[in-house]
């Protein structure tokens, strides 16, 4: 067992940012137009989780990849000379990420890639969100977020995350009318009764369940690919402690009973729009009954038990950009790999 590095809690692939929010600057009404006239202001192309990405050349991280970042006047062509929803009343339209020591940073929302319209003479329209997209490599957050830098993390990150939100509020939760952005992309503004919403996040708890013999229980759900083995997890309950929350969870899905709970970090994860809030959690019993709903399997891990399972491709481990890896590898005491990388 290579006894180092543990994870570093400070470095987790979507809780790492450098970039300013600057959140001050987000009722200037006229803030993205003179943005958009400064040559250091750049944005992010997002598609539904998905950036736009190409290969960091140079780095010293395999696979490496930084933001495609386009130039604010680039857009701005671009949508001048084209026809658009990127800019019609309900997109999300801008969004303002920040500011740094380069510049500032926006996000232009692409919607899903559909087939493209051919009208009666048989031309393809050029919509600017097709010529903004064409020719770009789009990755997913989720499989990406760990391949880029802390600055094109935190951008990236945000950027999805208030992305999604939009797509889902583009109605009043209170009168069902349409909404349009305002404050630069950070609200939702009725447009019949003015009501204004914010983006939500939902917290949920993530936790490494350790019992006496220092096993780890790891649980398997219905859903994933087969030998994939996670921390267990769940939605934080209305009028619920997140401590609370760990123990009803761990006990509905494997009936193991909780003990103390220990706080580790957080980390956003935007899809769509969930805080996970990571836990070391003490079993006091170690019975294991899953509830063959959300998870169909369940059990105690030894750490050789666990490397000897990965080594032989019986074990698939959590994605790398997860809360989940951080805390697998914290109770492992090192770095670890299955058959994926
Ligand atoms: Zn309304």
Known sequence: MNPEPVTDWAQLPLS???????????????????????SSTRVVLVRGASLAVRDAHGSSVPGALVLDLVPGAEVVAVLATT???????????????????????????????ADEDVDISGVVPARAEDILGRGRRFENLRDAGHLLDARDAGLATTAVGVAAWHVRALRCEHCGEA???????????????????????????????????????LGHAAHWPEGRFSTLAGFVEAGESVEAAVRREVREETTVVIGDVVY??????????????????????????????????????????????????????????????????????????????
């Open 16 to 38: 790492r940012t450098t970039v300013d929010r600057a959140a001050e600057l987000r009722d200037d009404v006229e803030l993205v137009e003179r943005l958009l006239t400064a």
């Open 83 to 113: 026809q658009s929803e990127l800019t019609a009343p309900h997109a999300p339209g801008w969004l303002f990420l920040g500011t740094d020591d380069d510049g500032a940073y926006l996000a232009l929302v692409l919607p899903a890639e």
């Open 179 to 217: 909404t349009r952005p305002a404050r630069n992309g950070w609200s939702r503004v009725c447009t019949s009764d003015g009501r204004e919403v914010f983006p939500r996040t939902d917290p949920a708890v993530i936790m490494a369940v350790v019992d006496d013999a220092e096993r780890l229980l």
């Open 264 to 341: 580790r970090s957080s980390q956003p994860w935007p899809f769509p729009r969930s805080l996970m809030l990571g836990f070391r959690a003490h079993a006091v019993t170690t019975d294991v009954v899953v509830d063959g709903v959300e998870v169909t399997d369940a059990r105690w891990f030894t750490r050789d038990g666990l490397a000897a399972d990965l080594a032989a491709g019986r074990v698939l481990l959590p994605m790398r950009s997860s809360i989940a890896r951080g805390l697998i590898e914290e109770w492992y005491g090192g770095p670890l790999a299955d058959r994926t990388g």
